[in-house]
């Protein structure tokens, strides 16, 4: 292969000029010669038998060159890629065969998108909005009444009707105009009382209702309900099998042992802890979250369009393959979502477009910071990876080259380096904010 010449004819484009000597071109002509001439039937000659120049003297001397160019083609564009120093983030297009026969060889040239040079306004010290962290006695209550409601169990009643908070173990059939409908009938359904699970007026009548009652209720379904029931007058009979009620435990210091604590006290003081413990972690996810948006503003740059339609598609079919895993596929989740797939795909290409800019702002940062990695860290990676992947470590570093691991190490300094750098800042009050949005 030789690279003739590699030119910044656009923005973000190259045209290439490749050459290949007669000698190579001759050889790719052979091989395909050799791939193919059990396909070809020449009469008088067994299939696949028929001589070369045989071949080429009933279908034309160049019969071979377009397999002869499509096979050599990837490996030459490797090549003059590698050689000019050029990223390309799309396919070669606009291809120009100006030579190709086994006299002189080929010669070509194409054209070809490269990843684009960015600058950085700013990376370190971005200013990001934090919530500051703080728990309430409501919260720390909250949390204790599910905490109890964990701990309850179900007490079986069966000397007294129906109230308010039981739960019932019912059948019920419903109609309307006296016919029975889909999706009106159950048996041993479990429905606690004042969830509102069921329609306005339903789970209120079986209150007062003892065990083994047959009986009739009326309700009206709501307006905004199924177009075939809305509005409708229906009667649903009801057979009352159980009822069963919660029993909470008591608030007190057996119940704090219970949960590794000595005293209520103690108990809501650990609950106040975990709280804020969590809360500082979501808060600081949103944190870098925002960070990593401001980042993505700082980039500057004519990034090429293909490289955010190409993140987007690899981030539709990524989606695609974690729901098929799921027993699911996109257009079935989508409809569960409430999205259409025009929806959909808009919101994935803008997330693209972050995606890219966030790709070329820590590229740039890695570039800039000149970052050295220690050969026991890269080691650290290799065996964190064997670990991972239950592979002997010399295995795993044939699988994934050393300048691969190193570049990722790179990567993750220079995300580090950003969320370590920036400024946590306290959101602005909400009138402000519609301030700045109506601006």
Do not use: W
């Not at 490749?18 to 009469?43: M, T």
């Not at 119940?255 to 804020?276: C, I, N, P």
């Not at 699911?328 to 569960?336: A, P």
């Not at 990876?385 to 699988?399: P, S």
């Amino acid at each position: 292969m030789s690279l003739v010449s590699a030119n910044k004819t656009e923005t973000n484009t190259y045209t290439v000029e490749i050459s290949v000597s007669a000698e190579d071109f001759k050889k790719a002509v052979q091989d395909s010669y050799f791939a193919n001439r059990k396909k070809i039937q020449i009469p008088g000659f067994r299939k696949g038998k028929a001589p070369k120049h045989l071949i080429e003297s009933m279908y034309g001397e160049d019969f071979f060159y377009e397999d002869a160019l499509e096979a050599i083609f990837p490996a030459e564009v490797e090549a003059a890629y590698k050689e000019a120093g050029i990223e390309p983030v799309d396919q070669p297009r606009d291809l120009d065969v100006k030579t190709m026969n086994v006299t002189e060889g080929l010669n070509f040239t194409f054209k070809v998108t490269v990843k684009p040079e960015i600058t950085l306004k700013q990376y370190k010290g971005l200013e990001a909005e934090k919530e500051t962290v703080e728990v309430t006695d409501e919260e720390i209550d909250g949390e204790i009444k599910y905490m109890l409601d964990r701990g309850s169990r179900l007490v079986d009643v069966d000397d007294r009707a129906v109230q308010k908070g039981d739960i019932t173990i019912i059948d019920f059939e419903g109609f309307v105009d006296g016919v029975a409908f889909d999706g009106g009938k159950a048996e041993k359904y479990s429905l606690t009382i004042g969830d509102g699970q069921f329609i306005p007026g339903f789970e209120d009548q079986i209150i007062g209702h003892s065990i083994g009652e047959e009986f009739d209720i009326n309700v009206t379904f709501p307006e905004d309900y199924a177009p075939e029931l809305a509005s409708k007058e229906a009667v649903f009979k009801i057979k009352l099998h159980e009822i069963k009620f919660k029993e909470i435990p008591e608030l007190d210091d057996e119940f704090a042992k219970d949960q590794d604590y000595e005293t209520v006290a103690e108990l809501r003081e650990g609950v106040k802890s975990d709280l804020a413990a969590h809360k500082e972690e979501s808060y600081q996810h949103a944190f870098e979250d925002r960070v990593i948006e401001k980042l993505c503003d700082n980039v500057e740059g004519e990034i090429p369009e293909v490289m955010y339609d190409n993140k987007a598609k690899e981030n539709i079919d990524g989606f695609a393959n974690r729901i098929r895993q799921q027993g699911l596929d996109v257009d079935m989740y989508l409809s569960y979502m409430g999205l259409d797939r025009e929806s959909y795909e808009k919101m994935m290409r803008e997330r693209a477009v972050n995606d890219v800019k966030y790709e070329l702002a820590i590229e740039k940062i890695v570039e800039l910071e000149n970052f050295e990695i220690p050969a026991e860290e890269i080691d650290k990676e290799y065996a964190d990876m064997a670990e991972q992947y239950k592979l002997d470590v010399e295995k795993i570093k044939e699988i994934v080259p050393v300048d691969a691991v190193e570049g990722q190490l790179k990567r993750q300094k220079a995300a580090k380096l950003v969320i370590d750098t920036a400024v946590a800042v306290a959101p602005k009050p909400k009138e402000e904010k519609a301030e700045d949005k109506a601006e």
